[in-house]
Each structure stands twice: as structure tokens, then as C-alpha cells.
T-cell receptor, first 115, second 110 residues
Framework: SQTIHQWPATLVQPVGSPLSLECTVE??????LYWYRQAAGRGLQLLFY??????ISSEVPQNLSASRPQDRQFILSSKKLLLSDSGFYLC??????????????FGSGTQLSVL | EDKVVQSPLSLVVHEGDTVTLNCSYE??????LLWYKQEKKAPTFLFML????IEKKSGRLSSILDKKELFSILNITATQTGDSAVYLC??????????FGAGTILRVKS
């Protein structure tokens, strides 16, 4: 069966520090991968998605970047964190099509606090 | 710009009550609509609706889509405290993009 791992669960970082959040998927190949951010009391905002290795689409201009160095690995990064980067970050995967189309399977999330 | 509006924003009911959650959308390249339940951290999938007028059911939950009027509703009958969660509506667009609404916070009191 497929599983998704996301870490760390909680992170407190000072303003201006770098960020690296990692997500890996097991039990499937060539998944679509996504990074979402959820501000308190808000819906999920799509940050990045990837349909393959090295292919990253950015949805909103921001202080963050994403990379997909391997088929089932997705990394969210920042060189210098801002206060506004605080939030709940969720990684997710979906199949390329068919039965799984549109069904996202989420990791357990990272609560990031930038102080 | 794609827009998804969920109502009400929050709701408090007693166990046994029936609730109706609403989702209206204005998006381009609509393909289908999904509902998710978010209890603590990771949202979990509830329904995918592709065709108008066909009700999807799963136990006490049901949902229906109206593609002409651009809305969907999620019904929960005989609510239980375990139904307390944030319910998220998300139109799926061609290109595999999901656009989430802000959610409805449901609290069921015993």
C-alpha cells in the first residue's frame, strides 16, 4: 500500500533562517506531488506541484521554492524565512489518472512557526 | 481567478442533528468536485462528484453536485461527536489542480 511521510511535524525557526521540509512517498511510482499551505482558519493554498522529476510548477510568487530530486521525493525550501511563512504545510500525492485522479493523499503536515 | 465559497463558516449542533454544508464555485476548466474531512492534520477524502444530480452516499454522509448552478452540498444525518471536523470542498480542474475552499468548521456537542 502507498504511504506518505512528511517531516518534521513541528518547526520553530527565526526570521531569516533557511528552511527545508521533506516529503517522500512509498508504494507507488511517478506520482503527482503537491505542497499546500494552510493558514489558521483558512483553506489550503496550493504552493507547488510536480508531475515528474525536475518538473515544478509554482502557483503563487513567494519566498519559497520546491525541488523534486527523485521520483518520490519532494522538498520545500527557503533561503530566508519571513514571518508570513508561518503556517501549516501539507505534502500530498495523487496518481497520474484513472481511479486516483483528483484524490489527494496527504501527509501529516508540518506546523511552521517563524519568530 | 478561481473562487470557492463554503458556507456556513462554522456550525455547532447537537448529536443527532442533521447538517447541510454548502459549496459554491466559480472556476475555469472544471472537471469534478471533491469533499474532504480534516480532523486534526491531514485531510481525508470523502467524495468525488463528477455528474450533476447523482447523489453519492457513504453511511450517514451524502453529497450532490449541480454543475449548472455551480454548487454542491454535503449532508450529514444523525450527527455524532466524531463528525466534528473541518469539511473542505475542492473543485478539480483539468490539469490535475485542486482549488480548496476555506472550509466549514463543524462541532457536534454531546
Amino acid at each position: 500500500s502507498q504511504t506518505i511521510h512528511q517531516w518534521p511535524a513541528t518547526l520553530v525557526q527565526p526570521v531569516g533562517s533557511p528552511l527545508s521540509l521533506e516529503c517522500t512517498v512509498e508504494g507507488t511510482s511517478n506520482p503527482n506531488l503537491y505542497w499546500y499551505r494552510q493558514a489558521a482558519g483558512r483553506g489550503l493554498q496550493l504552493l507547488f506541484y510536480s508531475v515528474g522529476i525536475g518538473q515544478i510548477s509554482s502557483e503563487v510568487p513567494q519566498n519559497l521554492s520546491a525541488s523534486r530530486p527523485q521520483d518520490r521525493q519532494f522538498i520545500l525550501s527557503s533561503k530566508k524565512l519571513l514571518l508570513s511563512d508561518s503556517g501549516f504545510y501539507l505534502c500530498a500525492w495523487s496518481g497520474q489518472g484513472g481511479l486516483y485522479l483528483g484524490k489527494l493523499f496527504f501527509g501529516s503536515g508540518t506546523q511552521l512557526s517563524v519568530l | 481567478e478561481d473562487k470557492v465559497v463554503q458556507s456556513p463558516l462554522s456550525l455547532v449542533v447537537h448529536e443527532g442533528d442533521t447538517v447541510t454544508l454548502n459549496c459554491s464555485y466559480e472556476v475555469t476548466n472544471f472537471r469534478s468536485l471533491l469533499w474532504y474531512k480534516q480532523e486534526k492534520k491531514a485531510p481525508t477524502f470523502l467524495f468525488m462528484l463528477t455528474s450533476s444530480g447523482i447523489e453519492k452516499k457513504s453511511g450517514r454522509l451524502s453529497s450532490i453536485l449541480d454543475k449548472k448552478e455551480l454548487f454542491s452540498i454535503l449532508n450529514i444525518t444523525a450527527t455524532q461527536t466524531g463528525d466534528s471536523a473541518v469539511y473542505l470542498c475542492a473543485p478539480l480542474l483539468y490539469g490535475n489542480k485542486l482549488v480548496f475552499g476555506a472550509g466549514t468548521i463543524l462541532r457536534v456537542k454531546s
